[in-house]
């Protein structure tokens, strides 16, 4: 009987302790993968931030000097990186679309933007609006950027 008072004991001093110790590590562990992935979320947001801002000011400069092509190049360039970061799988047709866009409004058309459209793989075919130039869907029967009615 002494015996098993002896291991009961030997059970609570030893054994407790080590399971409440356990637990501890493990929240810690746990709040320590919780800060870390927050770091990692934060430095993207602020990555994200910066892109963002990098292309919003290579627009800007680009609508004081519109006829600038390397400008042009670079403020495409900027916009796609940007892009890029909300899709991993690539620059989506469109992003493109709205980037030429972007592109097209601060220059008022002065220049031809430069680049091609960048395609996906396994992407839907599309073609050229007769009427507007604009890109849409083969699928649809009207476009999306002129309104006007495909046969
Ligand atoms: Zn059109």
């Known amino acids: 009987m002494d015996m098993f008072i002896f291991l009961f004991v030997l059970f609570v ?13 493990r929240i810690q562990k746990n709040r320590r993968a919780d800060r870390e992935r927050e770091e990692a979320y934060s430095e993207r947001e602020e990555a994200y931030r910066n892109a963002k801002k990098a292309y919003k000011d290579s627009l800007w400069a680009l609508s004081e000097d519109s006829a600038n ?3 042009n190049y670079r403020t495409l360039e900027l916009g796609r990186k940007l892009a890029r970061m909300t899709r991993p799988n690539g620059v989506a047709m469109f992003d493109e679309i ?3 866009n972007d592109i097209k409004a601060v ?8 680049g091609t459209v960048e395609t996906v793989p396994g992407q839907e075919p599309t073609k ?17 950027h002129c309104g006007s009615d495909f046969e």
């Not at 220059?107 to 430069?114: C, L, M």
């Not at 609006?129 to 649809?140: A, E, V």
């Open 13 to 25: 001093v030893v054994a407790v302790p080590i399971a409440i110790w356990g637990r501890r590590e």
């Open 69 to 71: 092509a390397t400008l």
């Open 98 to 100: 709205a980037l030429q």
């Open 128 to 144: 050229e609006c007769q009427f507007c130039g604009g890109i849409t869907l083969k699928r649809f029967i009207k476009c999306k």
């Open 107 to 114: 220059t008022a058309g002065k220049v031809e933007v430069q």
